[in-house]
């Protein structure tokens, strides 16, 4: 190795309920990647280098690197560069991960599936994979038409030098998707780098994939899409005006304005951590507008912040979706919603806390 690696991710293991404060602090801080520093950055034609402390780019400095978008940095993912970085543990050289940006999905797809991290988020998680480099590239039309020989040796090699590559073993990448593992590991013969495919990481009999996630997120099962994702999902924005109805009765919300983009969790109630300006406060949380208002959906976000008091307009929040507690439905009166709300609240209350449980960076 040429420098010190990025931190690593610390290990993953579901809640215990009802949580304890240093619990919740932790779930925060590891959900929502808090206090990640991505280190010193190069910007390169139609790229950006995040390298961490002692580590350099230049043309006798060769790489282990791991190719992917990365989308959710699941479980398999993780696995992946595991497996790279013990690579370059043998060689000795530093493990550099490449990805894309913005995700090629929203480029080559006409309705590209909702992204499970924003691009700088994705790039923030893979700061916690222990890599030394992190190459992003900006996805164009033109890099999506480029021959796959010709992005490793001209874009990646010009940069980075490859002694190995390591991708999953159903990539495909380049004009036409060409560049299979068969196809970059005869290219690796010519150009005197090593290519492996890794096998698919598996939970329950099937793969683990971002597809997989977004359809336990859309099915509301959340906690099942921790267990892939190794952390809970979270979904950021800016605190905005609501509809007001909250408020009129007692329960006032933040609402948090989404971008339209990220998967949201199925429509209903949940559980959440909300950290605003560091804070970190229990939440009930409702995703999708409520039946009872008869109001058009919208990527928003109503979140009942247990034991908080204030302006909190205009700020960013973070919200972490730790339980499902019931599915959106109509009720036939105020009376009816507000006991629900009640309901709702006094989970939290009992199982996330009643006031702020901390502080993260």
């Not at 991960?97 to 999905?105: I, M, N």
């Not at 893979?126 to 001209?154: K, M």
Request: charged share 20%; net charge negative.
């Amino acid at each position: 190795m040429t420098g010190e690696p990025f931190s690593c991710a610390p290990d993953w293991h579901e809640p215990t309920w009802p949580l304890s404060h240093a619990e919740a602090r932790r779930l925060a801080a590891a959900s929502t990647l808090s206090g990640v520093s991505l280190g010193a950055s190069m910007h390169l034609p139609d790229a950006t280098a995040y390298l961490a402390p002692g580590v350099t780019l230049g043309p006798n400095q060769r790489f282990v690197c791991v190719i992917g978008a990365f989308d959710g940095l699941h479980a398999g993912h993780r696995a992946l560069i595991a497996q790279a970085a013990a690579d370059a543990r043998a060689r000795n050289l530093p493990l550099a991960l490449v990805t894309f940006d913005p995700d090629p999905s929203e480029v080559l797809s006409t309705r590209p599936p909702e992204r499970l991290l924003s691009d700088a988020d994705r790039v923030r998680s893979l700061a916690l994979s222990g890599a030394d480099a992190i190459l992003v590239h900006r996805f164009t039309p033109e890099l999506a038409a480029l021959p796959y020989d010709r992005y490793v040796t001209e874009v990646l090699g010009g940069i980075l030098s490859p002694a190995a590559i390591h991708v999953g073993e159903d990539f495909r990448f380049g004009s036409g998707g060409a560049g299979t593992v068969t196809a970059m590991a005869a290219l690796g013969e010519k150009c005197g780098f090593d290519v492996f495919g890794h096998a698919l990481v598996t939970a329950e009999g099937s793969p683990v994939s971002a597809t997989r996630v977004r359809g336990l997120l859309g099915e509301g099962k959340v906690e099942k899409a921790a267990q892939l994702l190794l952390r809970h999902h979270f979904l950021g924005g800016r605190i905005v005006h609501g509809r007001g109805e909250g408020t009129s009765f007692g329960f006032p919300t933040a609402n948090v304005e989404l971008d339209g983009r990220d998967c949201l969790p199925a429509n209903g109630v949940y559980a959440c951590l909300a950290i605003i300006d560091g804070r970190v406060w229990p939440a009930a949380v409702n995703v999708g507008a409520p039946p009872s208002f008869d109001v058009a959906a919208h990527p928003m976000l109503e979140a009942n912040l247990v034991g908080f008091s204030g302006d909190v307009y205009g700020e960013d929040a973070r919200v972490v979706f730790l339980r499902h507690l019931r599915a959106s439905r109509r009720f036939d009166s105020l009376a009816e919603l507000e006991s629900a709300v009640l309901g709702n609240i006094q989970w939290v209350r009992e199982n996330v806390g009643e006031e702020c449980v901390g502080v993260v960076a």
